[in-house]
């Protein structure tokens, strides 16, 4: 009876431990750099026609980076204006993958996400053109990030 109480009260905690240690950290954009670097990019999909696939746009995705540097639980958080650049955004960031930064000894897994503009401007246009490019963007902030439920 004793060693049974053991065996399961040491199986609950290396449970516990295990469900504990991938909990992702919750990162903002800014803040990628001190746990990952982007190693690859691979070649995203995209569609020779459909909805605003000329527009200038901006996706925003969250995702999960792994400890073994790859993405998952990807989902579009928002696209403006909406279109078929969406399947674009998810094949991106599929695609991408990433290198542990050297603070991130233990390859911390983290959920974050990236604003992706589309046939925005390009800032070495000047000063209207960065601006521009900027406008574009900030529609897509994703004002309330946080971890989904589950994690």
Not at 25 to 41: A, C, F, I, M, R
Not at 47 to 74: D, Q
Not at 105 to 126: E, H, M, Q, R
């Amino acid at each position: 009876m004793k060693l049974s109480t053991c065996l399961t009260a040491a199986g609950l905690l290396a449970f516990s431990a295990a469900a504990f240690a991938e909990r992702p950290h919750l990162v903002k954009p800014d803040q990628l750099q001190k746990y990952w670097l982007v190693s690859g990019t691979g070649d995203p999909m995209a569609p020779s026609s459909g909805k605003n696939l000329s527009v200038p746009s901006c996706a925003a995705v969250s995702y999960l980076i792994e400890r073994n540097g790859t993405t998952s639980h990807i989902k579009l958080e928002k696209i403006v204006p909406d279109g078929d650049l969406r399947s674009v955004a998810l094949s991106i960031i599929s695609n991408v993958r990433y290198t542990a930064a050297q603070t991130n000894i233990g390859k911390d897994p983290v959920y974050t996400y990236v604003i992706l503009p589309f046939n925005a401007p390009d800032v070495s246009k000047g000063p209207s053109a960065t601006a521009e490019r900027q406008r574009i963007i900030d529609q897509c902030a994703v004002d309330d990030f946080k971890l989904p439920d589950g994690f």
